[in-house]
């Protein structure tokens, strides 16, 4: 039977680039970016609506200096060989670079405890993911083929227009890139180039004989939306030629609904073990003061999603806001 549950939408309030994941434990764990940028937290519920009433426990702070001490962004936690790596980009600095960008790289922690819950000091610092390019990169994901470790995330080519692309590389640790990165995607189609050339938000989710790597574009305002690439379960994933780009976003902003700037999602799958469900931060108004990156107001979203008759997702609308 179909997961007919309504969610509490915003799960939780002031949580960008979330990141749900549910573990063979039963529990859900979720991380994000705090509006701080300045450490990271998980928290765990037994179902999505308890992750808006459960504590988070801190587990890793910045750095008072060097590479891993400002603008903590985007974590996202995986379970491999039975233990716990977070990703995360961190920089040294606030200031742009040459080419105007901000100057992050990313990075893995690694705890090997049973439950993740732990202190501070349980968790070990892997360092910088190096991909063979020094420059602004960002968003690091994860997943499983073919039982190979692939690792997928954003990244600055000064040759390359825009912001940010998509590369994919295959792993030899969960902290070391095995090959060299492949681009699957860079900004060109118009509703990935407003305000800002970017790709960047990767997530990865294997149905229907297929993979679907969904991605964020433009600018971090109501313009933000998502795109998605689809491969052949049984493709070369490091073949660029293999993956299909859609030519048209597939979540974006429902103005009616208010609901404005969806996207830097993750998957997980509902109570009922069967369900679908899109992660996602989203914003109410447009009204932004300054940069949107340091409006706080992007929240955590999820709602369920299904399939259509070809395979593909059908991600719907933005839900509306439901709470009081």
Known sequence: MANTTQYTNPLIVQRADPFIYKHTDGYYYFTASVPAYNLIEIRRARTLEGLAHAAPRTIWRK??????????????????????????????????DKNGMFQHRMFCIECDAEDPMVSEDDWIERGQVE??????????????????????????????KGNSNLYIAEMSNPWTLKTKPVMLTKPEYEWETRGFWVNEGPAVIHRNGRFFLTYSSSATDENYCMGMLTVDENADLL???????????????????????PGHNSFTIAEDGQTDILVYHCRDYTDIKGDPLYDPNRHTKVQSFT????GTPNFGKPVPYNYE
């Open 131 to 160: 991909t063979g390019m020094d420059s602004f990169s960002l968003d690091a994901t994860c997943f499983e083929a073919n039982d190979k470790l692939y690792y997928v995330w954003a990244q600055k080519d000064p040759e390359i």
């Open 63 to 96: 750095h008072e200096s060097g590479p891993m001490s400002q603008l903590i962004w985007a974590p996202e936690i995986h379970y491999i060989d039975g233990k716990w790596f977070i990703y995360f980009a961190a920089a040294e600095t606030t200031a742009f």
């Open 307 to 310: 399939w259509n008759e070809d």
């Open 239 to 261: 073949d660029a030629a293999n993956w299909h780009k859609s030519d048209e976003p597939v979540f974006q902003s429902d103005l009616a609904e208010h609901q404005f700037g």
